[in-house]
């Protein structure tokens, strides 16, 4: 069993920054279980469905985003580390939601939330105008 814990949102204005962190633990080969992982990126902000933010292959060599955060938003892993980063730049006050990871053994960097099976508990992201 996988266990995904966001870290790193807060309040932050209009233009600044932003690094999440996602990283995965559960078993004593859980770098190595992570690797075989594509890792996704949700938000979800007050009445609003879950958006698809972007993911990253198990390798890192490909990822996929929105088009709304596609030049803004980048996403890295550190398989050794069995975490994943979203660095977010340029926020908008529209980013304002709970950003969640989620995971699974994928080949691509699938857009549904439904083809992932682990999913970590989320980061509050608000950005102010």
């Known amino acids: 069993q996988v266990q995904l814990v966001e870290s790193g949102g807060g309040l932050v204005q209009a233009g600044d920054s932003l690094r999440l962190s996602c990283a995965a633990s559960?078993?004593?080969?859980?770098?190595?279980?992570?690797?075989?992982?594509?890792v996704g990126w949700f938000r979800q902000a007050p009445g609003k469905e879950l958006e698809f933010v972007g993911a990253?292959?198990?390798?890192?060599?490909?990822?996929n985003y929105a088009d709304s955060v596609k030049g803004r938003f980048t996403i890295s892993r550190d398989n050794d580390k069995a975490t994943v980063y979203l660095q977010m730049n340029s926020l908008k006050p529209e980013d304002t939601a709970v950003y969640s990871c989620?995971?699974?053994?994928?080949?691509?960097?699938?857009?549904?939330?439904?083809?992932?099976?682990?999913w970590g508990q989320g980061t509050q992201v608000t950005v102010s105008s």
């Open positions: 990253i292959i198990r390798n890192g060599d490909n990822a």
């Open positions: 559960g078993g004593s080969c859980i770098s190595y279980t992570f690797s075989s992982y594509t």
């Open positions: 989620a995971a699974n053994s994928l080949y691509y960097a699938i857009r549904a939330g439904g083809y992932y099976s682990y």
